[in-house]
């Protein structure tokens, strides 16, 4: 009977998990991406000589 119940644990812990990690944050992700892509969230752009990119 306690196996059982610890595997019933284990697994949605691990059900859970990959949910979490491959479903539910690319879904959220995706709405938070910054514009340009820079650290700085677009305010300069890559190539300048003081960018701060490199």
Known sequence: M???TL???VFAFAA???LKNFVWNP???SRRKTTAGTLDG???KC???D???H
Do not use: R
């Open 51 to 53: 960018c701060g990119c």
């Open 7 to 9: 595997v019933l644990i």
């Open 27 to 29: 879904i959220f992700e």
């Open 47 to 49: 190539g300048d000589k």
């Open 42 to 44: 677009g305010k300069t």
């Open 2 to 4: 306690i196996q059982k």
């Open 16 to 18: 859970g998990f990959l």
